[in-house]
Structures are given as C-alpha cells and as structure tokens.
C-alpha cells in the first residue's frame, strides 16, 4: 500500500469514493488505480478487509448483486466524511503530489530502460559486426589445397601417406574455425581421432 494511504488515510478515501455511489470493491480498485494514473492498485486483500471493517462500525452497508456485495455509505459514514473534511483535503493534496513523484518515477525507469535496450542493441550491432567480419577476413573457401608431391624420391605410398594426412589435418581445422561442429560433433570427432590413432600404433607395433 502507498505510504500516502498510512494511518488510516484509506479507511477515509474508501468513504469518500462511496459518497459518489454505490460500488463493489473491484470497482473501487479500479477508480484507485485511475486515480494513481495506472502507477498504483490496491490489492482485494488490502480493499475487502477494509470495507468489512467498515460495514462493521457502520459507516457502510452491503447488498448482494449478481453474486458481488456492492456496498454503499450511511448516514454515518457521511457524517464522518464530514467531521474529517480537512483530513480529506490535505489527502487529496497528497495524492496528487504522490501520483505526480511517481510518474516522475515511473519516467526516470522508462527512460533508464530505453538507454539500457539502445545498449543491448549496439552491443548486438557490434558483435554482429565483428562476426561478419572475421568471416569475411577468412579464406574464401575453396579446394583444399594439395601439398607438393616430396621430389626427395622417398616411396611413392609414404608419400601418398603424407599428402593424405596433410589434407585432413587442414580440412578438420577449416571446419574447426568455421564453427561448422557442434560440442557434440567435436567430442564424436576427437574420439574418431583417437581411436584412428590407436589403431595406427597397434598397426605399427
């Protein structure tokens, strides 16, 4: 509950909007958050005790409608609206100075917030940009290129070994900086790896 509503003050504003007409008590809540601009609603917890409270000092009465209890001021919550029309008075002073702090409130957050998402969104913009040009720094992608056949005259197959081992380790490694492998693929892969590896040494033993 708004501190401007403390020390009762609600007990009195409940028997102020009564004073207009009948009212159920999401009708009051309603009338309440319009005056507080849409920044401030009672909750029914805070409302109903309170009518009941002051149907119990009869200051109010009930009717039941269409299953709602719509409730409606006496003749002595009159009187009392009378006896405190100075209290009355200064409350609605104090509201609209509450509903004006609040909308100030309410503006300082917004414009926080706006500043806040125009971040986010630059931060996006930019990291965006850095992707796109670190891709656009990589080599255009293309055949992989084939390492020079060995001119020592070494055996025809090692050499073939070679060319084969240097092509998979530069295909395996495009792939790698181009983020084309999931976490998953990559822990797939490097168990392929280290099992081809197992194999090579049981191979050469």
Request: aromatic share 4%.
């Amino acid at each position: 509950m708004t501190a401007v509503f403390s020390h009762g003050r609600l007990r009195l504003y409940l028997l102020r909007l009564l004073d207009d007409g009948p009212k159920h008590g999401y009708e009051l809540i309603r009338l309440l958050e319009e005056r507080f601009l849409g920044l401030y609603a009672p909750s029914a917890g805070t409302i109903y005790p309170r009518l009941q409270r002051l149907e119990a000092d009869g200051l109010v009465t009930h009717t039941a409608v269409g299953g709602r209890k719509v409730y409606e001021i006496t003749e002595g919550g009159r009187a009392e609206l009378r006896q405190r029309a100075d209290e009355l008075t200064a409350l609605e002073s104090d509201i609209s100075a509450s509903v004006e702090d609040l909308s100030a409130l309410a503006g300082e957050i917004q414009t926080e917030v706006r500043g806040s998402v125009r971040d986010l969104k630059r931060e996006l913009r930019e990291a965006t940009r850095q992707t796109r040009q670190t891709r656009w720094d990589r080599p255009a992608p293309g055949p992989t290129p084939r390492p020079a056949t060995p001119t020592t005259g070494g055996p025809p197959l090692l050499a073939e070994f070679d060319q084969r081992l240097a092509e998979f380790t530069v295909e395996v490694g495009a792939l790698v900086q181009a983020g084309r492998l999931s976490d998953t693929q990559l822990r797939t892969a490097i168990r392929v790896l280290d099992g081809a590896l197992d194999g090579l040494r049981r191979l050469l033993r």
